[in-house]
Every structure is written in structure tokens, then in C-alpha cells.
């Protein structure tokens, strides 16, 4: 099995900034992906920032030039730097990798229990 760790969430007045870090643990042969969604309250969980198959970042549009992706391959770990944060920032944000158990097995989404992001006006 694969775990996701998340950290790093909380409350900040607009404008400022905070680092979430997501490490994932257990029997990993490889990751293909790992990245960053966010669920508000009554909407669908959506893409912040991730990193794709060859290595390079997709992030919503509503985030760029804000925020920032960065991962640690040795540790299975990613990671997201959020500036500039507005209110509608809020919301549960959630660690996702693919990973695979052995050589063999297929990737499976794994997902992280979410950290609360709130962001004051």
C-alpha cells in the first residue's frame, strides 16, 4: 500500500503566502505523477499544479504566476509554494500520485486526507 502524508495547511490573511509538503511512503517500485488538487465547499475537487509524465508542470490557470510546484524524487515527495494567496483560495487541498507496487503491477491513484487551506479577507 501507498500513503500520502500531507502537511503544511492553515489559516492566512490574503496576500500571504504558505508551503504545503506531501511525502508518500510505503511499497513504491515508481511514481509516473504527482501533484496538487483543491476541493471548496460544494464544488468538485480540481487541478492546482502537477507534475505530467515527462516531467513537466501543468497548473490551473487560476493559480499561475501564484503558486509553485516542486518535488524531491529521492523522498517521493512534492511539494506546493502558495504567494500571493486570495480568498478564493480556500479549500481542502489534496495530495494525488500514480504510482505503481512492483514492476509488474499497473498505477494506481493514491490519494492524501487533505489539509484545510483558509484564507482570510
Known amino acids: 500500500q501507498v500513503q500520502l502524508v500531507e502537511s503544511g495547511g492553515g489559516l492566512v490573511q490574503a496576500g500571504g503566502s504558505l508551503r504545503l509538503s506531501c511525502a508518500a511512503s510505503?511499497?513504491?517500485?515508481?511514481?509516473?505523477?504527482m501533484g496538487w488538487y483543491r476541493q471548496a465547499p460544494g464544488k468538485q475537487r480540481d487541478l492546482v499544479a502537477a507534475?505530467?509524465?515527462?516531467?513537466?508542470?501543468n497548473y490551473a490557470d487560476s493559480v499561475k504566476g501564484r503558486f509553485t510546484i516542486s518535488r524531491d524524487g529521492a523522498k517521493n515527495a512534492v511539494y506546493l509554494q502558495m504567494n500571493s494567496l486570495k480568498p478564493e483560495d480556500t479549500a481542502v487541498y489534496y495530495c494525488?500520485?500514480?504510482?505503481?507496487?512492483?514492476?509488474?503491477?499497473?498505477?494506481?491513484?493514491?490519494w492524501g486526507q487533505g489539509t484545510q487551506v483558509t484564507v482570510s479577507s
Open positions: 494525488n500520485c500514480n504510482a505503481r507496487q512492483n514492476y509488474y503491477s499497473t498505477y494506481v491513484q493514491y
Open positions: 510505503g511499497n513504491i517500485f515508481s511514481v509516473r505523477t
Open positions: 507534475f505530467t509524465r515527462d516531467g513537466g508542470t
